[in-house]
């Protein structure tokens, strides 16, 4: 019996023992290699040290990536002269169907039909979601963890690497700018 008690008492107290917190998560991959991108190869560890990021998962053929893309592009400026600024990275999910010249001629360029002014990231199915604290490369690829997302699908990662928010509707909405900078604003 005392052992029974013993290991009751064990249980009930493990969990406040163990950490409950999840850390963070990041990746790091190969971009369209723009002035826009910022390099060959995007870090979200190294923009997070900067403000929060706003993740859009992107694909080539989808509309509402498109209206996302625009409505964003129309307050990226403003967002990126924030302290901290918002910044946004936008995330092709269907690269096995889609080249990386199919996404640079949709959102590539300026005279591209829906312009991107942030880095694009080009991750493959392979490609691991990774700790925040050093990097490691985790089981989970990147679109495991965030849970095989749609397109288009908007997450709002805080500066440890946590997912905040978290889109709900395909097309944006009156309010959806309006949803992304409150979120923000808990975030910081």
């Not at 019996?1 to 999840?22: D, H, K, Q, W, Y």
């Amino acid at each position: 019996n005392v052992r029974f008690v013993a290991l009751v008492l064990i249980l009930m107290l493990s969990g406040c023992l163990e950490p409950t917190a999840e850390d963070g998560r990041v990746f790091t991959v190969e971009t369209l290699d723009r002035s826009e991108d910022a390099g060959p190869i995007y870090s979200m560890k190294d923009n997070l040290s900067e403000g929060p990021v706003l993740v859009l998962f992107i694909g080539v053929g989808c509309i509402g990536c498109k209206d996302w893309t625009d409505d964003l592009r129309e307050h990226h400026e403003d967002w990126m002269a924030q302290d901290p600024p918002l910044q946004i990275v936008s995330v092709e999910r269907y690269l096995r169907f889609e080249t990386k010249e199919d996404v640079a001629e949709e959102f590539g360029s300026p005279e591209s039909n829906h312009y991107t002014p942030w880095p694009i990231a080009l991750p493959t199915e392979d490609d691991s979601i990774q700790r925040i604290e050093d990097q490691t490369n985790l089981s989970q690829s990147i679109f495991e963890y965030y849970g095989l997302p749609g397109t288009p699908e908007l997450f709002l990662i805080d500066q440890d690497g946590l997912i905040r928010w978290e889109s709900t509707t395909y097309y944006p909405t009156e309010n959806s700018i309006e949803e992304i900078e409150n979120a923000y604003k808990t975030v910081i």
